[in-house]
């Protein structure tokens, strides 16, 4: 009976291992694509990026909470464009780890992902979020405040437009204040054309008869 427990404990072990052998296999070969497609720093290599996402999914079905390898999977999602499902794992990753570290830098890539979709709001506070738990990181402060920057050019470029607005409604008021100054002038000089002609032939009814002759 003991060798027979031994035996299952080395199948399993054996398994286990080969399991692992595996899943690192799969990140592996991710990493290489990914790599490949960052050699190109002219173009996006989406084709490469796509096949390290589907390594590293493949890798994640072994191990689903492994951090580094959502990390790698949520970025490959990044540099495809995917952001809405960059953001969705980067905010995933960061709930899930205690590490400060690595929170920070998940929320940092949230909020990339959200300024690549121009959310500002979002990006704002996923990377003031970030800075919470790493307040030295000189890479998130630059994007907060080209974050806030951009913000402030947005609204100041939607007080112009209601300014230009505002400017348009006014011209039309004044528009129809003259088309009905128009109107009205027509009217008056209507009504002092008709009371002239009304004197006027008053005036003919009033005058005497010449006696005939």
Not at 63 to 91: R, V
Not at 140 to 160: E, G, I, P, S, V
Request: proline share 1%.
């Amino acid at each position: 009976m003991k060798q027979a427990s031994l035996l299952i404990m080395i199948l399993f072990v054996w398994v286990a291992a080969s399991q692992a052998q595996n899943e690192r296999k799969f990140v592996r070969q991710g990493n290489k694509y990914y790599e490949a497609a960052n050699k190109d720093t002219s173009r996006i290599d989406t084709v490469q990026f796509n096949k390290a996402e589907i390594e590293y999914l493949k890798a994640l079905e072994k191990k689903p909470d492994d951090a580094k390898w959502n990390f790698n999977l949520a970025d490959a999602l990044y540099k495809q464009k995917k952001f809405d499902q960059s953001a969705e794992k980067f905010q995933e990753i960061a709930d899930k780890t205690s590490d400060k570290i690595e929170k920070s830098r998940a929320l940092h890539n949230l909020g990339n992902s959200y300024l690549m979709k121009n959310k500002l709001d979002e990006s704002i506070a996923a990377y003031k979020d970030a800075l919470r738990n790493n307040p030295k990181d000189l890479e998130t402060k630059y994007n907060l405040l080209y974050a806030m920057n951009m913000k402030k050019k947005q609204q100041d470029q939607q007080k112009k437009d209601q300014d230009k607005n505002k400017d348009k409604d006014k011209d039309k008021d004044k528009d129809k204040d003259k088309d009905k100054n128009k109107d009205q002038d027509k009217k008056d000089q209507k009504k002092d054309q008709d009371q002239n002609k009304d004197k006027k032939n008053k005036d003919q009814q009033q005058q005497p008869q010449q006696n005939k002759i």
